[in-house]
């Protein structure tokens, strides 16, 4: 995949995320009537995970933004591998609020609240570093906002 496409993937690739994130937090806020409040938060958990498993084929794929950066930009290693670190961290967070979200009529709320607060922070946290990422191995802001 040329630079400039894989590029524009990326970028589409994160508004994407960014919109999942918006859809769980939309879920969690909403008022807590069970069991239609944990059916639609692991509705949005869901469709998070899809978009966080299309974020990491995007970048850490054989043919994936993260094998681009380390060929063009060696330099970079630590802060790819701390990014690579995180999407498991992240799965891992995900797996476990579907499993908490699974029955709908018997959820700990505010657990579940806490636990989708902390993975909202850390992918809003891991997209800022991957924005800087590229803007130090390309100087080129990809934004990935619509």
């Known amino acids: 995949m040329e630079p400039a496409e894989l590029l524009n993937s990326v970028a589409a690739q994160r508004?994407?995320?960014?919109?999942?994130?918006?859809?769980?937090?939309?879920?969690?806020?909403?008022?807590?009537?069970?069991?239609?409040?944990?059916?639609?938060?692991?509705?949005?958990?869901?469709?998070?995970?899809?978009?966080?498993?299309?974020?990491?084929?995007?970048t850490e794929g054989e043919d994936g933004l993260y094998i681009r950066i380390l060929k063009d930009a060696p330099r970079l290693a630590a802060a790819v591998h701390r990014l690579?670190?995180?999407?498991?961290?992240?799965?891992t967070q995900i797996d476990d609020l579907l499993r908490a979200t699974m029955d709908g009529a018997d959820?700990?709320?505010?657990?579940?609240?806490?636990?989708?607060?902390?993975?909202?922070?850390?992918?809003?946290?891991?997209?800022?570093?991957?924005g800087d990422l590229l803007y130090e191995a390309y100087e080129s802001d990809i934004g990935g906002e619509t």
């Open 84 to 91: 690579t670190t995180e999407h498991q961290t992240m799965r």
């Open 107 to 130: 959820v700990d709320v505010e657990g579940v609240r806490q636990a989708g607060t902390t993975l909202l922070a850390l992918i809003a946290h891991h997209r800022q570093t991957g």
């Open 15 to 58: 508004a994407e995320l960014r919109h999942g994130m918006g859809a769980l937090e939309q879920a969690l806020a909403a008022p807590a009537v069970r069991p239609t409040w944990a059916v639609r938060v692991y509705t949005a958990l869901a469709e998070l995970d899809h978009d966080l498993k299309v974020h990491v084929l995007v």
